[in-house]
């Protein structure tokens, strides 16, 4: 039966990896066709049209009931993010330059949003309150960005009232239709997600949170791979680095901002079991901004260094279990 329950993950990974593509085309449409520009495409529509399934899921799971699978998803994703998906890209589509903006990217605000959801944990939950906090910071780090990304596009206000005067154009409503499709076949697949990751653990004996953090981590995480191995090779280092650095932000406050606002969630073991994972994204953080910070590149040896350190990870968690 567990078998059958893997295979039951994987296809519904892979539906919600096809429905992401869609979403993510529709909002590249959607945002060529009203014009917002590039700044808003790379750091923002990119950034969370591959969190959306994190965001889907972690919703999904708020609402059934079963918050510490959203919590295990969203950090488990956080850390594949950091090691697997960037190390992964490197490996596969070569050797990431950097340059230029991303030298005068606050990464400290990153790298705080991405450890804020552990502090307020360390006191055994997330309220509603602690949520309503996450929300908050998500809007005003995008609200940074947009300032900042007003000297190479439309002002946010011009963006809006750009997207309402070409509503009525056909192309808009025919992406907007595949924007709806897509939207569906996620919910479909985020709730089989859920429900098939619950059954895996119960059958396993394992705790939900570890299902969460690994099985179902990596199968949302799969579309930032896809995204980042094809703007590697077309030597678009900002679109990668916009899109890693938007989904931790996303998934961090965002996604979890909803999900405690809709369940909030109560460790039932305390702190200590989520420690390993904390500690975890901010070790594999740290060790790709100092390989990216000291040469203005990460080449592929180093994305092995990340794949091995999320192996590490991976037997470490489980060793400790």
Request: aromatic share 10%.
């Amino acid at each position: 039966m567990i078998f059958v329950y893997l295979l039951l993950l994987i296809g519904f990974s892979a539906l919600l990896i096809k429905s992401t593509d869609i979403l993510t085309d529709s909002l590249t449409e959607l945002s060529k066709i009203t014009h917002m520009g590039k700044f808003a495409i790379t750091s923002f529509l990119l950034a969370f049209a591959t969190s959306i399934p994190e965001l889907v899921v972690g919703v999904t799971a708020a609402l059934e009931g079963r918050p510490g699978l959203a919590l295990g998803a969203i950090l488990g994703s956080n850390i594949a993010n950091i090691s697997l998906v960037i190390g992964g890209a490197t490996v596969i589509g070569g050797t990431l330059s950097v340059a230029g903006d991303f030298l005068k990217i606050d990464i400290f605000s990153v790298f705080l949003a991405g450890v804020l959801p552990m502090m307020l944990l360390m006191d055994g939950d997330l309220s509603r309150v602690d949520g309503l906090i996450l929300l908050f910071i998500y809007g005003m780090y995008n609200y940074g960005l947009l300032n900042k990304g007003v000297k190479h596009s439309s002002q946010p206000s011009r963006i809006v009232k750009k997207f309402l005067q070409n509503v009525v154009d056909k192309r808009v409503n025919r992406w907007l239709a595949w924007l709806f499709l897509g939207a569906a076949m996620l919910m479909f697949s985020a709730d089989m997600i859920v429900k098939v990751g619950s059954a895996l653990a119960s059958s396993m004996g394992v705790p939900v949170f570890l299902v969460g953090l690994f099985l179902v981590a990596v199968g949302t995480s799969l579309p930032e791979l896809s995204f980042e191995i094809k703007a590697i090779r077309k030597k678009q280092s900002g679109m990668v680095l916009g899109d890693l650095f938007g989904s931790i932000v996303a998934n961090s406050t965002l996604v979890l901002g909803l999900v405690s606002v809709i369940a909030p969630i109560k460790l039932q073991n305390g702190f200590n079991e989520y420690l390993l994972a904390s500690a975890a994204f901010g070790v594999l953080f740290l060790l790709f901004w100092y390989f990216v910070r000291s040469k203005k590149k990460l080449e592929r040896w180093e994305g092995v260094i990340l794949l091995l350190a999320y192996g590490l990870f991976v037997v470490a968690e489980f060793w400790g279990r």
